[in-house]
């Protein structure tokens, strides 16, 4: 959960918060792993998951219409993701998600770090992890891709497939595109645990613990003197996608992203209305990091879908995964030229 912080957004979020509360239990988990009486004997015909049945209304272009990224595939990421349910810090889906997470980076040719970390938080002590994949550079530098995986806690059969398996698939996909080439900038994706609220978001820091134990990491290891740029992306993946610029990202990385969209003439998706969000990317922004996020938050909210446990496959849109997908791949383009 980002949090916007003008007057209308807050009110908006607490009105959602309130409905979700207020529904939260209501019916059966819309995406939970299926199971069946027959799957002892014949497990070879156990139904897959709700969230691999999902037959979505729009098609991702061909890979080669989008720098070679594949929309289908990052669409299939985030309904596996969505398959092992809700995936809170410290719970057995979010183990799952992190076995599975590595899996899939080091297919791609990712070498691996983890950060295993003890989050303190109003509910006591949470493990975390964070997961951080990283392409190669021949110079010093380090352009940094950002998600968060976890779920919301106090939302029951909350499956977050817009928040935040949407950004999750598409930086495996990216990741799959990017870990085997060697640029100027070294690429890192971090996959970052521990983003939403456990209690209230308005207090005591509670929120995006995994991106501040990273930035903070980077910070003593002296890594984070070298990032010339971080992009976070998160809640990417809806039909009528509308991403605004944010008013406290770095302008001059907000220009690049919104250039290069405008250049592959995704304007109508890459809008020039600007907000401003609360977020992973602040724990970055805070230790003068370059940074920005790419977000549409307003839609979901808007929609009442944002934090309910309606936040399932059926929200989610192969084209807007690819698109955000191409326009990324060819941002990190842009910034390796200019930090060559
Ligand atoms: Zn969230």
């Known amino acids: 959960m980002p949090l916007v912080t003008s007057k209308l957004h807050l009110l908006c979020a607490a009105f959602v918060l309130s409905l979700a509360a ?109 997961i951080i994949a990283k392409a190669p550079g021949t110079g010093q530098g380090i352009i940094l891709l950002l998600t968060h995986y976890d779920t919301l806690s106090s939302v029951k059969n909350f499956v977050g497939a817009e928040d935040s398996a949407s950004s999750t698939g598409l930086m495996l996909e990216l990741a799959r595109q990017l870990c085997t080439k060697k640029g100027p900038n070294a690429v890192w ?28 990491r980077m910070g003593l290891s002296g890594e984070l003197k070298r990032v010339k740029a971080v992009i976070l992306a998160d809640m990417i993946g809806q039909y009528k996608l509308r991403i605004p610029r944010q008013s406290n990202s770095t302008k001059w990385l907000v220009d690049l992203v919104w250039k290069t969209a405008a250049r592959l003439g995704y304007s109508d998706i890459f809008v020039s209305s600007e907000v401003q969000t609360s977020d992973d990317h602040d724990s970055f922004l805070d230790r003068k990091v370059p940074a920005i996020d790419v977000i549409d938050l307003d839609d979901f909210i808007t929609a009442g879908t944002w934090h309910t446990e309606k936040d399932t496959m059926d929200q989610i849109s192969p084209r807007s995964i690819a698109i955000v997908g191409h326009v ?13």
Request: proline content about 9%; glycine content about 6%.
């Open 22 to 130: 207020s529904c939260s239990g209501s019916s059966q988990p819309a995406a939970a792993p299926a199971t069946s009486s027959a799957s002892a004997a014949a497990p070879e015909q156990q139904t897959a998951p709700p969230s691999l049945q999902v037959k979505p209304t729009e098609s991702a272009p061909p890979a080669d219409r989008t720098g070679g990224f594949d929309g289908e595939k990052a669409y299939e990421q985030v309904a596996k993701i969505v398959s092992f349910g809700p995936r809170p810090p410290e719970s057995p889906a979010i183990h799952q998600v992190q076995d599975y997470l590595i899996a899939q980076l080091k297919s791609s040719g990712c070498e691996i770090d983890t950060d295993d970390f003890h989050a303190s938080t109003p509910i006591g002590s949470v493990a975390m992890k964070n």
């Open 328 to 340: 990324l791949l060819e941002s990190v383009a842009e910034l390796q030229t200019k930090f060559k």
């Open 189 to 216: 994706f971090a996959f970052v645990d521990g983003e939403e609220s456990f209690v209230d978001w308005n207090k005591d820091n509670d929120h995006t613990y995994g991106s501040r134990e990273l930035a903070a």
